[in-house]
């Protein structure tokens, strides 16, 4: 009964290798998922940055060009009112601003899920995928 105990064992010990390549691969595949997760969080928060800054120099007038617009449509002798884009600009900042807040709420939660497994590479996954995020993606506002 001992060497069929062993057999068993020696025959089963070429599986539990694998199973332990496997695991290290899972991890290391899940922390990169992760990481690319932190990284797109903070590429969305740059992306809500710069869509509001577009949105308010796009919708922002000067007071003196508001005044010489008035001017020229009082002086104007034509009967029809001029077509103002400027709440369809708005909506579609807002209505994209909007969705680009929903997208960074989901993968922060995700985040938040996944640093609640309470595992420490998956930790150390979320906190460098920020750091890279912020130094890749922080940047591109200056470029505006």
Not at 7 to 25: D, G, K, M, R, S
Not at 54 to 62: C, E, G, K, T, V
Not at 67 to 87: F, K
Not at 111 to 124: C, D, E, H, K, R
């Amino acid at each position: 009964m001992a060497s069929n105990d062993l057999t068993h064992i020696c025959f089963l010990q070429p599986f539990t290798i694998f199973n332990f390549w496997a695991y290290n691969l899972c991890m290391a595949l899940s922390v990169l998922v992760i990481l690319l997760l932190a990284v797109l969080y903070e590429s969305i928060k740059v992306g809500k940055a710069r869509l509001l800054h577009q949105a308010l120099m796009n919708l922002s007038i000067p007071t003196s060009q508001q005044l010489i617009e008035e001017a020229d449509q009082d002086s104007s002798s034509s009967d029809s009112l001029p077509v103002s884009r400027s709440p369809l600009r708005w909506f579609l900042c807002h209505f994209g601003q909007s969705l680009l807040h929903v997208a960074q709420v989901v993968v922060g939660y995700f985040m938040m899920l996944a640093v609640m497994s309470y595992n420490t590479w998956i930790f150390f996954g979320v906190v460098l995928g920020s750091g890279v995020g912020y130094y890749l993606a922080y940047p591109l506002l200056s470029m505006t």
